[in-house]
């Protein structure tokens, strides 16, 4: 019966929660923009306290992995190493877009075969996204894609595919295949990280506290203002 603490900064959600043995015990979770440096720890700190549970009683620490925002993600998976080093407990990474895919099969309620294809904003027409079926097991590898008419067109002539994310807000009005649907409103929470980390728990699937990075897909591009350029 693992008692996990789950982490999710990779987009502009920032969400922790604790689970046992699968079932949420305690969560919090915003939608503030660019508060996670300010938040996340004060979350997590919230919820021992609340939940009267201890540090040393986690059995492992799970945080989703990417891809996302550069900084969120480094933000989440920094806490996340150093609660996993100093407890001396497992170090768990969760696939961001398989999270958000198995919440909108948990909003759809639904058994028919459909794809769902998460996607999170890369900036103007770019996402990143992977397709996964109603299994919520992965039917491509991710990427980072321009959305433009012809995207996901074969699939669309095969398959139903519910498209989510604060990615797929700016492709509705290009991606009109009558097999295509939009999920309004839903993000990656670390609610939807739960049986994943649970099941990594039990398989034994953990990462190297030192040397784990979050998977960022594209490397980050740090810009420089202009009016610094000479000064």
């Keep these: 019966?693992?008692?996990?603490?789950?982490?999710?900064?990779?987009?502009?959600?920032?969400?922790?929660?604790?689970?046992?043995?699968?079932?949420?015990?305690?969560?919090?979770?915003?939608?503030?923009?660019?508060a996670h440096s300010?938040?996340?720890?004060?979350?997590?700190?919230?919820?021992?306290?609340?939940?009267?549970?201890?540090?040393?009683?986690?059995?492992?620490?799970?945080?989703?992995?990417?891809?996302?925002?550069?900084?969120?993600?480094?933000?989440?998976?920094?806490?996340?190493?150093g609660i996993a080093y100093g407890a001396g407990i497992p170090l768990i990474s969760v696939s961001t877009l398989q999270n958000m895919a198995f919440g909108a099969k948990q909003f759809l309620d639904t058994s028919e075969k459909v794809l769902f294809a998460p996607m999170i904003d890369a900036r103007r027409m770019e996402v990143y996204s992977q397709l996964f079926d109603d299994k919520i097991k992965p039917v491509n590898n991710i990427t980072a894609k321009i959305i433009d008419e012809e995207s996901f067109k074969c699939e669309l002539e095969?398959?139903?595919?519910y498209f989510f994310g604060d990615g797929a807000e700016k492709c509705k009005?290009?991606?009109?295949?009558?097999?295509?649907?939009?999920?309004?409103?839903?993000?990656p929470s670390s609610d939807f990280m739960i049986p994943f980390?649970?099941?990594?728990?039990?398989n034994g699937s953990f990462e190297d506290v030192a040397y784990f990075e979050p998977f960022y897909l594209k490397n980050f591009l740090a810009t420089v203002p202009k009016k610094n350029i000479y000064g």
């Design 197 to 202: 980390s649970e099941q990594a728990f039990n």
């Design 158 to 161: 095969k398959n139903k595919i």
């Design 173 to 187: 009005n290009v991606i009109t295949h009558k097999n295509a649907e939009f999920i309004n409103d839903l993000h």
């Design 1 to 34: 019966m693992p008692l996990i603490l789950n982490i999710e900064t990779s987009t502009s959600v920032c969400s922790v929660c604790i689970a046992e043995n699968g079932k949420k015990l305690i969560g919090k979770e915003t939608r503030e923009q660019n």
């Design 38 to 81: 300010k938040i996340l720890t004060v979350f997590i700190d919230d919820i021992f306290r609340e939940s009267e549970i201890k540090v040393k009683e986690i059995n492992a620490v799970a945080v989703s992995k990417g891809p996302g925002s550069y900084t969120g993600l480094r933000i989440g998976v920094s806490a996340a190493k």
